[in-house]
């Protein structure tokens, strides 16, 4: 053979082991990336010639599943119990999904790389694939609660209620109001499907917005339990009876306002003290507008970010907007941001949070929504593990917390003591009111909000609610707590 030769046969050689390697490498390696690509057009017909896995809660209601569509997809997404589930389920139309549908995507469609043994015995069997089945920590009787007081009690008005077991994390209810169906986006119809998604888009009422983890709202006084939180950390010495300075008014520096308490009340009996306890009880804004300037920003932000704020990295596993503490520029502004005014915002999850880590000891889980997922076979593919988020504070803190929250509640001058009535189901709540003002000089219509958790003794629920335009957070938002907590507790 002379060199011309060798050298071809050499360049062919090659080619031929690279493009084994191309292909090996291909099929062996990137087989996930290649099929998640959007213009891949195999991918995007296969993803409908198998059955999808169900999503059902964690008493096992059905809240997801796929049924025959008799086209040329075959299978088409049905949603049992629409709107009440769509933050929480999403959807998976022809193009795209959302929510659970998008998060959980891979072991819903059958391609995870968990799957794959399955998926092969199913290829050698002749069995037809099918997705894993997705089962959320969401109890139903909490949900359709949190759902029904949202339709049916806030004259319409925009709100969200979440609620979480204060020992792990898991989230037990995600209601967001006004919803959509749908099942309205899961039509094979594209020119339907444009249309449906054209018609939400346009909603002014904006109903494919989870406001229980995507938007904000001013925390109003449920944020004095971060700065009490703050206070009684960094005074050991004190105790839900400690005597606090609480003025009828509150004369701030450098500005010629003046902080006064909801409607010009006195707190405690006007000399000027009162009780931790009484003062927190009574949401005496003075009191906490006070112990903030005393405090400081910094403190306030590091103990707020305890509890959760400004966090940029919560996965639930949807991305959660985060709750913010932004530090003021002066000490006037940070009496405000004492009492949750100011630029503080928060979700409806951070305020079940506020909740959850006073009713776990001062220990802050992690929230998630996904507890486990099960292959078509019932084996169990992944499980979640709770995993502690932050020591918000001290276990004593935290005690001391809880009885001031119970006293909101049982207190004759309690913000919330109209709703001590659950004590009649055998229920005792701990919790908060915040009635959160907004608009320039609050033009705006006052946010409702409350922050809770039951029993007291032994919590298994916290709770939190904004009502946007609510009102007072005793009236609008507790009683929704109060229904989602019994139903959740079989009262």
Request: with cysteine; glycine share 8%.
């Amino acid at each position: 053979m002379n060199r011309a030769l060798r050298r071809i046969s050499i360049a062919v050689l090659v080619m031929f082991v690279l493009l084994l390697v191309n292909v090996n490498y291909l099929q062996g390696f990137q087989t996930a990336s290649l099929a998640a690509k959007p213009n891949n057009a195999r991918a995007f017909e296969a993803q409908f010639q198998y059955q999808r896995g169900d999503i059902v809660t964690s008493d096992n209601v059905t809240v997801a599943e796929s049924v025959a569509s008799g086209d040329i997809y075959k299978y088409k997404r049905v949603y049992p119990l629409g709107p009440e589930y769509a933050p929480v389920t999403g959807y998976a139309t022809l193009y795209s999904q959302s929510a659970i549908e998008l998060y959980e995507n891979s072991v819903l469609n059958g391609s995870d790389s968990s799957l794959a043994v399955r998926n092969f015995i199913d290829l050698i069997t002749g069995k037809q694939r099918r997705g894993a089945n997705v089962t959320l920590t969401i109890n139903s009787k909490a949900q359709n609660a949190a759902w029904n007081a949202l339709e049916t009690s806030t004259g319409g008005k925009p709100g969200a209620v979440v609620a979480i077991d204060p020992q792990t994390g898991a989230i037990l209810a995600m209601a967001s109001y006004p919803s959509y169906d749908p099942n309205v986006l899961t039509t094979h119809d594209g020119a339907k499907l444009n249309a449906a998604d054209e018609a939400l888009l346009k909603d002014p009422g904006n109903p494919l917005l989870n406001r229980a983890i995507n938007f904000t709202w001013p925390p109003g006084s449920t944020f004095k339990i971060v700065t009490s939180s703050a206070y009684l950390t960094k005074n050991p010495a004190s105790t839900p009876q400690t005597n606090v300075y609480s003025p009828t008014q509150l004369k701030l520096p450098q500005t010629t306002h003046i902080l006064t308490n909801n409607d010009g009340e006195v707190c405690g009996n006007g000399s000027g003290q009162t009780q931790l306890l009484f003062a927190f009880a009574q949401s005496c804004d003075t009191t906490f507008g006070s112990m903030g300037m005393t405090l400081g920003a910094p403190v306030l932000n590091s103990f707020a970010g305890m509890f959760g704020m400004n966090s940029t990295t919560l996965r639930i596993p949807m991305p959660v907007t985060p709750s913010n503490y932004v530090i003021p520029p002066s000490q006037a502004l940070t009496a405000f941001s004492a009492i949750g005014q100011y630029s503080d915002t928060v979700t409806p999850l951070q305020e079940a949070m506020f909740a959850a880590a006073i009713a776990d000891g001062g220990k802050l889980m992690t929230p998630y929504l996904v507890k486990q997922v099960t292959a078509s076979d019932l084996s169990t593919v992944q499980t979640t593990t709770p995993t502690v988020l932050s020591q918000a504070v001290s276990p004593a803190v935290a005690s001391d917390l809880g009885q001031m929250m119970l006293a909101v509640v049982q207190s004759p001058e309690g913000t919330a003591n109209a709703f001590n009535t659950a004590a009649e189901d055998g229920i005792t709540i701990a919790g908060k009111t915040g009635t959160a003002q907004n608009g320039a000089n609050n033009t705006g219509l006052d946010d409702a909000v409350f922050t809770c958790y039951a029993p007291y003794a032994n919590p298994q629920i916290a709770v939190g609610v904004i009502i946007q335009g609510g009102g007072y957070g005793a009236s609008a938002a507790a009683p929704i707590a109060v229904q989602v907590i019994k139903a959740f507790l079989g009262k």
